[in-house]
T-cell receptor, first 111, second 115 residues
Framework: GNSVTQMEGPVTLSEEAFLTINCTYT??????LFWYVQYPGEGLQLLLK?????DKGSNKGFEATYRKETTSFHLEKGSVQVSDSAVYFC??????????FGTGTRLKVLA | DAGVTQSPTHLIKTRGQQVTLRCSPK?????VSWYQQALGQGPQFIFQ???????QRGNFPDRFSGHQFPNYSSELNVNALLLGDSALYLC??????????????FGDGTRLSIL
């Protein structure tokens, strides 16, 4: 079946450090891929998306490229801020109208 | 433009009771999905409603049921509550006209605690 695997956290970085959160997937067909962010006590907010191979999603300095050959969708940011501290979820949708989420990666950014 | 709204924000119940959670989708959206997020885990798909019918269901027992109203709002009902039902319940909405590749929009969730 379809699945998403994310790197385990927590990831702790200093402000202005480079961020990578790994995400790989298993799916039949050609899924759409998403990154969502969850701040404490809140729901999920869409961060970025990609709907086909080689698409690059980007938003607020974050970016991720849909790599079909490696079945990956790694999240990157060149310079993190304290305000980026949150839990990040990778998700896929493969034409069945439901999302499959990874377990989430907690990011802590220290000033 | 109101986003997805859920009520209540918090709820405390005891084992064996029944609970109803409510969701109003984002304006212009006609499809509602429900997810269960246990502490420290990713959301798990419960079911999705479209045109007032359950379109797809995840691996959840029949104790979990739902409804969608003509105005597209939705309810999630859980009967015979178990301790393991304690979780954040998230509602997500989307527009069928935009296709399933478009992102779902999530509400802030209802935190359900079972004592």
């Amino acid at each position: 079946g379809n699945s998403v695997t994310q790197m385990e956290g927590p990831v702790t970085l200093s402000e202005e450090a480079f961020l990578t959160i790994n995400c790989t997937y298993t799916a039949t067909g050609y899924p759409s891929l998403f990154w969502y962010v969850q701040y404490p006590g809140e729901g999920l907010q869409l961060l970025l998306k990609a709907t086909k191979a080689d698409d690059k999603g980007s938003n607020k300095g974050f970016e991720a490229t849909y790599r079909k050959e490696t079945t990956s969708f790694h999240l990157e940011k060149g310079s993190v801020q304290v305000s980026d501290s949150a839990v990040y979820f990778c998700a896929l949708s493969s034409g069945t109208y439901k999302y499959i989420f990874g377990t989430g990666t907690r990011l802590k950014v220290l000033a | 433009d109101a986003g997805v709204t859920q009520s209540p924000t918090h709820l405390i119940k005891t084992r064996g009771q029944q609970v109803t959670l409510r969701c109003s989708p984002k304006s212009g959206h006609d499809t509602v999905s429900w997810y269960q997020q246990a502490l420290g885990q990713g959301p798990q798909f419960i079911f999705q409603y479209y045109e007032e019918e359950e379109r797809q269901r995840g691996n959840f027992p029949d104790r979990f049921s739902g409804h969608q109203f003509p105005n597209y709002s939705s309810e999630l009902n859980v009967n015979a509550l178990l301790l393991g039902d304690s979780a954040l319940y998230l509602c997500a909405s989307s527009s069928s006209g935009q296709g399933e590749r478009q992102p779902q929009h999530f509400g802030d969730g209802t935190r359900l605690s079972i004592l």
